[in-house]
């Protein structure tokens, strides 16, 4: 995700200390909010119902389609297992069980600013996650492994991919819950991270529009703080007219 795609407004340092505050509120409901959902919407994600018999589970029972569903996850592995992570491009069914819960962690992005194009700024999205069945390798360490900041646990990070994939081929093949999670106010989208060798991900995003200060601006806020960090900023004017998908698509039938 590139930082052009963020829309830019300059600040004073006053307006950015405020906004910055009711940012992290808003921020913090938004996670709850999600997590909640997360939580009610389980019972429908259970992997088992995607993959049946080829995931290891207590039930035996065989579920219509699972076998090309598993041809696809496969074929997802194969695509990003080789590079960076060096894991084999064949999985062995059945899987190992997969967690029917679902965990969403902040996204976030990095931005080259100033003279030093070598040590980039990374920024987390105020409203944007990345949605994947929970793991023993959550995304934090599966990305630490991949930097050299945690030795490589083969089978945790096989078992990281399988976690993000499945998810992936789960709303490929279920496109309504797509509709249900856009009818809750979130647009999905599957997002290839370049950094994890093209790995595609589920992400959602709340219907809040956020926005960026200029880039010197930010600089001079990493500078100060030592961390070469940055979150997004909510874009409280958008608060006033936050979409809503049941009202447009009425008002577009009404008018036809």
């Not at 600040?11 to 009610?40: A, P, W, Y």
């Not at 598993?70 to 297992?81: M, P, T």
């Amino acid at each position: 995700m590139a930082d052009l795609e963020i829309a830019r407004k300059d600040l004073d340092n006053q307006q950015f200390m405020n906004l910055r505050q009711s940012t992290e509120k808003i921020v913090s409901i938004l996670g709850k909010r999600l997590k909640s959902h997360l939580d009610v919407l389980k019972p429908i994600f259970m992997p088992r119902k995607l993959l049946g018999t080829f995931v290891k589970s207590a039930l035996k029972d065989e579920i219509i389609g699972s076998n090309k569903a598993f041809a696809e996850l496969q074929k997802c592995y194969a695509a990003v297992c080789e590079k960076p992570f060096g894991l084999p491009k064949k999985l062995q069914a059945p899987l190992a069980p997969i967690s029917g819960q679902l965990d969403a962690v902040p996204f976030k992005y990095s931005i080259l600013l100033g003279e030093s194009k070598d040590k980039p700024i990374t920024v987390t999205a105020a409203s944007r996650w990345i949605v994947s069945y929970r793991s023993e390798c959550p995304f934090s360490r599966l990305k630490a492994m991949i930097a050299g900041d945690e030795t490589r646990q083969t089978e945790d990070m096989k078992q990281s991919l399988i976690d993000h994939l499945a998810l992936v081929v789960f709303l490929k093949k279920f496109p309504a819950l797509g509709q249900l999670l856009n009818d809750l106010r979130y647009d999905v989208e599957v997002v290839k991270l370049d950094d994890l060798g093209g790995l595609p991900v589920v992400t959602l995003k709340a219907s809040i529009s956020t926005f960026l200060p200029p880039n010197d601006f930010i600089l001079q806020v990493t500078q100060l703080s030592g961390i070469p960090a940055f979150q997004e900023i909510i874009d409280m004017e958008a608060l006033e007219i936050i979409p809503d998908p049941l009202k447009n698509e009425l008002l577009v039938a009404i008018e036809k």
